[in-house]
Each structure stands twice: as C-alpha cells, then as structure tokens.
C-alpha cells in the first residue's frame, strides 16, 4: 500500500518542519508533500533549503485548491491512500498508521480524525464547537449519517475518493461540504478518536468574524449540492 500525506501550507514557517518530522519520526510507511499555497513568509525557500517534498503553487488557490492539487498529486503517483494534514501542528502522525489501518480493515472510503468521540486534548473555540455542532447535525438531517467532527483536516481516504476529489473538491472551507458530497455518493464515511493539539504557529484563516459567513456560506454550498443531486436522480 502506497500511503501519502498532503500538508496545505500558507504562511507555515513556524511549524512546518516539526510538522514534517513528526512525520517521519511517527509514520515512516507515509510519504508526504507539501502544497506551498503561495506562501508570504518564505516557506517555500525554507522547506526547499531542507530538501523537502514540495509543489509550490504560481497562484494563491486557497485551501480547497491546495488540498485538491494534493489529490491529483497523490492519484497521478499511484498512491493507494492519502490523508489530509494540517501544517500547523494541530495534528499528531501516531495516528496515521491505525487510521490506515482502520481504513482497510473496515473497507471504509474515508476514516476522520474526530476530537469528539474521546473528547480529549485541544477541543476548539467554543465558538467553534457550536459551529461543528450545527454541522454534524445539518449532515445527519441531509444524509442520515452522523459525523461528529465533519470540520476536522485530518481525514484519510482510499483511491477511489481520492480520484473524485483531484477533479472536484470545494474551494472555500472544503471539509463539510466534501463530506457531504461522497455521502451522496453512497461511499462509507467512519471516525476515529484522535488528541489534536492547539495549533503551533501562523495564524487561522477562520476568524471569529468570519466565523457567521463561514457557517452560511458551506450551508448553502451543500444545499445546492444536494439539490443537484435531486435533480440529477429526477427527484
């Protein structure tokens, strides 16, 4: 099995090296590379200084973009599967090989990193957690299925998922609605207990002004993506 990890970056100097080595140090079966976002603070120099696997982007595409140039990546090398992961330090790669693991055994298409499920370490702004909440719960009225952390960046999923995403993921704050859409497609979405930490450098592109915008605008994106769904069936 041929396992990769996607690292979006924007403005991640601070902690992408440590992001990088836990990598290697705690899931050295996973290859990785780093999707440099067009960057202002000079990782793209800094990661190519040390040599590391990296694909600098000529435009600012934001983090669906990123993730997705990640997917084409992962599907045109052949891998079998790959897991999104933050490079800001918020995630711990002792996890990834029994993700991995949980992924095959189960048969599942994608396997999510949930905070949730053991309600240990880093749990989000309370702000946050209501906005999570009011996802998970938007989810199950729209598919049936409860997803209780359908906001994480840490999700892992087979080949199969991976081709869908390189030729279509969502721009703007892509997890929900992602999730939403192979749901749709009646691919089987699981969780597993996770410890995130608080994030170790940079700065969030989620603030709590936006946070009100956020929680509309992914409501509408997958409302209109179940409406074309609908549509498609002749519903």
């Known amino acids: 099995m041929k396992r990769i990890v996607i690292i979006p970056a924007y403005n991640e100097i601070e902690s992408i090296v440590s992001t990088v080595e836990d990598i290697r140090d705690n899931a050295p079966g996973f290859d990785y590379v780093i999707i440099n976002d067009c960057s202002q603070d000079g990782t793209m120099r800094f990661c190519t200084q040390r040599g590391m696997n990296i694909i600098n982007l000529p435009v600012n595409l934001g983090i669906g973009g990123a993730v ?15 897991v999104q992961f933050d490079g800001d330090g918020q995630h711990d790669a002792k996890y990834l090989n029994a993700m991995a693991d949980y992924l095959e055994a189960n048969e599942a298409d994608m396997v999510i990193g949930s905070r949730f499920i053991n309600k240990e370490g880093f749990q989000s702004s309370g702000l946050r957690r209501f906005g999570i909440r009011y996802f998970s719960l938007l989810i199950r009225f729209l598919t049936g299925k409860t997803v209780l952390d359908p906001t994480s960046g840490m999700r892992m999923v087979n080949r199969d998922v991976m081709k869908i995403y ?21 691919k089987k979405v699981l969780e597993v207990p996770v410890i995130m930490r608080e994030r170790q450098g940079g700065v969030s592109s989620i603030s709590a002004g ?16 179940r409406m074309r769904k609908r549509r498609e069936r002749g519903l």
């Open 68 to 82: 997705q140039t990640g997917y084409l990546y992962a599907w045109r090398n052949g891998y079998d599967v790959a």
């Open 166 to 186: 390189s030729e279509d993921y969502p721009v703007d704050y892509p997890e929900p609605e992602s999730v939403v859409t192979i749901l749709n497609m009646g």
């Open 210 to 225: 936006r946070s009100v915008y956020y929680m509309v605008k992914v409501t509408l994106a997958i409302l209109m993506e």
